[in-house]
Structure formats: structure tokens, C-alpha cells
């Protein structure tokens, strides 16, 4: 018999103890993991859609929400901005590209975004069936959205008022799908797009619009407005210019996505350190379990490890023994762990997916599982040091004489 079969044995026989401190240093495990899952692709996915995005502008209100609003798609905007004003930063030296943005309508939860070819085309989307859109009133949908709303090509939908689903429909006036989008891993992928006109139309009741198409032209400056500019700037310099510019010489406000994120994650962060904490505070505990079931299974198999002794066995191998069974504990433990790890972080994207939020997925693997293995290992070796260390002292003659 080898130390494997002898270690397995003997953890059957115990099964009940055994159960308990692999589902307890699982959960353990399990909480790491999840923790590292989720905040690694909210981090990669969040760093992904501001990129190329230096600067937003909005209306007066939070920075953070403007952030949230227009670059993520997941907070209310402040307000909209003056179309004239929009188009005067536009032309300013310092801004290399600006994007504009239309907000406030949505359909059945997904945003629906007024924009240009440009918003597309800084995401680098692609077209998986149609085109892009033309005209006003026709859209072109993320593969999310199509696939969660079994949307086709030419199918027509009526947005609503608000970001909700309870909001006001606008019935008058039905968009159409002419585009639907492949799956890129960006923002682009849950909201449904369109023209800015197309946006001003569903809010042009109260104007005298005789063809919607040639609305742009129909209202005057101060009555189109816009929800927000994405920036990209011309130069390095334009940092320390164009947000100073923006907020002493206008009714608007700029936010600057690096800052609101890092802000962000130091928010979320302190809730993360917590859930860390508890979830190393379950591995050490877990590792204190295996110390005592060891240390106090060895008091019951001294008279076996004297034996064991006297046919041959040498004092290293019954240390090696112990720590074999402390190592094979924490192994199973951890890779239960980190598949209950897995597990976890795909129904949290699941329930993201159905809201509609930054989706993360537990079909993936980042290199500081590795890390986390070699924790739950750690932890069954030191947790079996002391008992492994007795079994290699053990006194034959004594243990033998007292039976």
C-alpha cells in the first residue's frame, strides 16, 4: 500500500470529518474566487468601454453620475446640454474628436442611445446582419439586446420614456431595426442605437415637425439639445486646458472617466476588502479544523503508527504521511472551491445579464487562481506540521507496551 491509498482510507473512514473541513475551506476558497472573477472583469470591462475617452461632458450634477450615465450606460443622466454650446467645445483646438451622445428612452430596460457612426466606430463594431443605420427612426441593436429580445432584422419596436420599462411609450412613432451588432464584450453589446435625430423626434411633439427625417433641419439651435460629449483630446496639453475651459465658460460640466473609475473602485473596494477579509478568516478556520482533526486523530492511530513502524516504516514516512493527508484536504477543498468559485461568479452574471448591467462570467480563468490553489495547499501542510511532526517522533516501545 502506498501513502495515497493509506491517506485515502483513512479519510473515508472519518467521512463526516472529512466532509466538513473540505466544505468548509471550499467556501472559503469559493468567496476568493468569486471576489477575483467578478472584480477582474468589471475592472477589464470598465477599463475597455472608457477607453479612448478622456473627458465627458454633461450637464451640472454628480462627475460620477455623468461617468455612470454616458460611458457605462448605468445611472440617470444629470440632465441635457445646449446643442450651440456642445458645438463650440466640438471646434475647440484641444478636442481631437467628440462624440455625442442622446439619452433618456429605452425599451424593455435597454437604453437607447442617439449617436453618430462615430460611437460606433471608436468601439470598432461590427455589423453582423444589416447595416448601419440611415434614416431617422431606424436602429441598429447590440447582440445582447437581440439575443435577450429575440429581435430580427426589419422587426419594429416602440421605445418609452425614462430608463425604466414603466416609462411613458412613445406610440407614435416605432423604430426599426436595420442593424444588429456582433458580440464585441463592450458596452455596445446592451443598448439599441440610433440616430440623435431619431431621439429628437420621439421629444418633438410640441414642435411644429412636418418630416421627421429633416428634423435636424426643422428645429432651431436652442431647441436641440444633447445628453452628453465624449471626448477624445488632441494633446496632452488639452488635460490641464479643456476641462478648466468647460466648467468656468459654460452652464455645462466635464468629468474625467480615469479619475471617476479609480474613485469608484476605491468605493467598491472597501466593501471587496470586507468580503476578502471573511473569506480568509473561513480559510484559516478551515485550516484550524484540519489541525485539530489531525493532531486529535493522531492520539487514535499511534497504536497504527506504531505498528507501521515495526514492519519496516521509516519516521519520515509517517511524517510524510500526515502532511499527505493535510495536503490531499486542502486540494480537494480549494479545487472545489474554486469550481464552486466559478460557479457562483456565472449566476451573478446571469442575474447581471437579466438586469441588464456589466455582465461577468465564470467561464474564465485569471492567473491568481493559481495563486489561490496554492493557498488552500499551503494552509492543509502548515495545518499538518504539528501532528506530522509528532507521528515522526513516535515512541514504538512505549506505544506498543501501552497498547
Not at 157 to 176: D, K, N
Not at 210 to 232: F, G, M, R, S, V
Not at 375 to 383: C, E, H, M, P
Request: net charge neutral; with cysteine.
Amino acid at each position: 500500500m502506498n501513502l495515497a491509498t493509506i491517506s485515502l482510507a483513512y479519510l473515508k473512514a472519518r467521512s463526516l470529518n472529512t466532509l466538513l473541513n473540505i466544505l468548509l475551506l471550499a467556501l472559503g476558497i469559493a468567496t476568493i474566487v468569486l471576489l477575483l472573477l467578478t472584480t477582474a472583469q468589471l475592472d477589464q470591462r470598465m477599463r475597455r468601454d472608457a477607453q479612448g475617452i478622456d473627458l465627458v461632458i454633461g450637464a451640472k450634477g454628480s462627475p460620477m453620475q455623468v461617468i455612470l450615465s454616458s460611458i457605462y450606460h448605468l445611472d440617470v443622466p444629470t440632465g441635457n446640454i445646449p446643442y450651440k454650446q456642445t458645438q463650440e467645445i466640438s471646434k475647440h483646438r484641444a478636442v481631437k474628436k467628440a462624440i455625442p451622445l442622446a439619452l433618456g428612452d429605452s425599451y424593455k430596460g435597454a437604453r437607447i442611445v442617439g449617436t453618430t457612426h462615430a460611437y460606433l466606430d471608436h468601439y470598432g463594431a461590427k455589423v453582423a446582419q444589416g447595416k448601419r443605420w440611415e434614416k431617422t427612426l431606424e436602429a441598429v441593436i447590440g447582440a445582447d439586446v437581440a439575443k435577450r429580445m429575440n429581435l430580427k432584422l426589419g422587426n419594429k419596436f416602440h421605445g418609452s420614456h425614462g430608463l425604466g420599462e414603466a416609462g411613458e411609450v412613445h406610440e407614435e412613432h416605432p423604430y426599426t431595426v436595420v442593424g444588429i451588432l456582433e458580440p464585441s464584450g463592450s458596452v455596445l453589446d446592451r443598448v439599441v442605437l440610433c440616430s440623435v435625430e431619431s431621439v429628437w423626434a420621439m421629444h418633438a411633439s410640441h414642435h411644429d415637425i412636418k418630416d421627421i427625417n429633416d428634423i435636424a433641419n426643422q428645429l432651431k439651435d436652442e431647441e436641440k439639445e444633447y445628453t452628453a460629449l465624449l471626448i477624445q483630446y488632441a494633446s496632452p496639453v488639452a488635460a490641464a486646458i479643456l476641462p478648466r475651459y468647460v466648467n468656468n465658460n459654460s452652464a455645462m460640466q466635464a468629468a474625467s472617466p480615469a479619475y471617476e473609475t479609480a474613485r469608484l473602485f476605491s468605493i467598491i473596494g472597501v466593501g471587496v476588502d470586507v468580503l476578502r477579509g471573511f473569506a480568509l478568516v473561513l480559510v484559516f478556520s478551515a485550516g484550524l479544523s484540519v489541525f485539530i482533526a489531525l493532531y486529535n486523530a493522531l492520539n487514535e492511530r499511534r497504536y497504527d503508527l506504531a505498528v507501521m513502524r515495526t514492519l519496516g516504516a521509516r519516521p519520515g514516512t509517517l511524517l510524510l504521511l500526515l502532511l499527505f493527508e493535510g495536503l490531499l484536504l486542502a486540494l480537494i477543498g480549494g479545487v472545489l472551491g474554486i469550481a464552486g468559485g466559478h460557479a457562483l461568479t456565472e449566476v451573478l452574471g446571469h442575474a447581471l445579464r437579466l438586469a441588464q448591467q456589466v455582465s461577468v462570467t465564470g467561464w474564465t480563468w485569471i492567473n491568481s487562481e493559481w495563486w489561490v490553489l496554492a493557498l488552500a495547499a499551503g494552509v492543509g501542510v502548515v495545518a499538518a506540521l504539528i501532528p506530522a511532526w509528532r507521528a515522526y517522533r513516535t515512541d514504538i516501545a512505549g506505544t506498543l507496551a501501552r497498547g
